[in-house]
């Protein structure tokens, strides 16, 4: 093993994090009240281009929130997108509701408008677009289909914090958007996540339910189950202080998938991630697929960059495969594909060119 460890993601700390948490710790209002919390959610939103934006525990807790406050509940059916991290599908399956997978557009690896089509039914309530790995979904045609069925639209921005679908913010589109701070993430708060909308009684619903459904009249009066789904003002200040640096840390990211390509674009059989002419891609991390890789070979070739120090993850399995979700003969063929064929690159901030080439070299020497 060499002396050399270089992670696939870690977060980026500097003295502002540090003093803001500071400041929230020594202010005594370490639980759910303070002013970061408040600050922390008016310049989300700002940021993300909505009227609202929620605190909340984490984005799986998001999700949910969001989910129950679109009403979804015991026998609908919500559309995601198979080839997801399972928080997604997990969230669905709390409220009681099914998770209908759909599969993924081969150009973007996000959720294919055609095949949510093919998934609709009478029981369908909501579509969950997921901007996987830092890439929009193709949203307009999603959009079209939620108007003619009447659906519900949450886009999971968990990986994805400023991409731009259109010129416009992931987050902002559909009908709400589901952040996640988690330590890996874009900015992090630890665990955290933020529910992001423009529609008013939504966001009041969500509030409402995320603080035990308490009465707005009458404290401690709940006239139904809600839940604890509440963010530290300690968290806040540590999201704040990320969110003030949100561009600086987006321009390294697209400059760190800039050095990849430069050394490994132009390889036989290799894709790096999309970035189709109507997006910003913020590249939460890189990605390769290699055509030439079957699950055995990937997985020989991850230990072997293991070896020299390098950290990689595999793409997520579509969650269709799980045990809990699994159908008999039910298969995405896109999804299932793509899925065995591609690995996360390091992709942490704090990455170098010359880390990037070096790692682009033990790359092409073990392809
Ligand atoms: C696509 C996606 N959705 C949801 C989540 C859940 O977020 P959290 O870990 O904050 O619960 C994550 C990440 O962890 C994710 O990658």
């Known amino acids: 093993m060499s002396k050399r460890f270089i992670p696939v993601s870690?977060?980026?700390?500097?003295?502002?994090?540090?003093?803001?948490?500071?400041?929230?710790?020594?202010?005594?209002?370490?639980?759910?009240?303070g002013e970061f919390i408040t600050k922390f959610e008016?310049?989300?939103?700002?940021?993300?281009?909505?009227?609202?934006?929620?605190?909340?525990?984490?984005?799986?807790?998001?999700?949910?929130l969001a989910l129950i406050s679109c009403g979804i509940k015991e026998g609908d059916?919500?559309?995601?997108?198979?080839?997801?991290?399972?928080?997604?599908?997990?969230?669905?399956?709390?409220?009681?509701?099914?998770?209908?997978?759909?599969d993924i557009d081969?150009?973007?690896?996000?959720?294919?408008p055609e095949n949510i089509r093919k998934k609709i039914t009478s029981r369908t309530k909501a579509i969950i677009p997921v901007h996987l790995y830092g890439h929009p979904a193709d949203m307009d045609p999603?959009?079209?289909?939620?108007?003619?069925?009447?659906?519900?639209?949450?886009?999971?921005?968990?990986?994805?914090?400023?991409?731009?679908?259109k010129g416009k913010?992931?987050?902002?589109?559909?009908?709400?958007?589901?952040?996640?701070?988690?330590?890996?993430?874009?900015?992090?708060?630890?665990e955290g996540g933020m529910i992001t909308t423009n529609d008013e009684n939504l966001y009041e619903k969500a509030k409402y339910l995320r603080d035990h459904a308490m009465s707005k009249e009458k404290r401690y009066w709940h006239t139904e189950i809600g839940y604890n789904y509440r963010m530290t003002n300690m968290q806040a200040a540590l999201g704040l202080a990320q969110l003030e640096r949100i561009n600086e840390i987006i321009n390294k990211k697209r400059r760190i998938f800039e050095w990849y390509k430069e050394e490994l674009s132009d390889l036989e059989g290799i894709k790096l991630n999309p970035e189709k002419e109507w997006a910003k891609n913020v590249y939460w991390m890189v990605c390769l697929v290699n055509e030439n890789f079957d699950e055995g070979k990937r997985d020989e070739f991850m230990k072997k960059l293991k070896e020299k120090g390098i950290d990689t993850r595999p793409f997520f399995y579509p969650c269709s495969m799980m045990p809990m979700y699994s159908q008999?003969?039910?298969?995405?063929?896109?999804?299932?594909?793509?899925s065995k064929k591609g690995i996360n690159l390091p992709s942490g901030y704090n990455l170098k060119k010359e880390d990037v080439k070096w790692i682009a070299k033990v790359i092409i020497e073990n392809l």
């Open 10 to 33: 870690e977060p980026t700390i500097t003295e502002k994090e540090i003093e803001y948490v500071l400041k929230a710790v020594k202010s005594g209002w370490v639980s759910s009240l």
């Open 42 to 64: 008016e310049d989300f939103a700002k940021f993300v281009g909505t009227k609202f934006a929620l605190t909340v525990t984490n984005g799986t807790a998001g999700l949910h």
């Open 77 to 102: 059916e919500v559309i995601v997108p198979d080839l997801t991290f399972i928080a997604t599908a997990n969230a669905v399956k709390y409220t009681g509701a099914t998770p209908v997978f759909a």
């Open 106 to 112: 081969k150009d973007t690896w996000c959720i294919s």
């Open 142 to 165: 999603i959009l079209q289909i939620a108007r003619e069925y009447g659906l519900y639209v949450i886009e999971d921005c968990a990986e994805a914090h400023g991409a731009e679908y």
């Open 169 to 190: 913010k992931v987050g902002s589109i559909g009908h709400c958007g589901v952040f996640s701070f988690y330590g890996n993430k874009i900015i992090t708060t630890g």
């Open 328 to 338: 008999k003969n039910f298969i995405n063929p896109v999804s299932y594909e793509i």
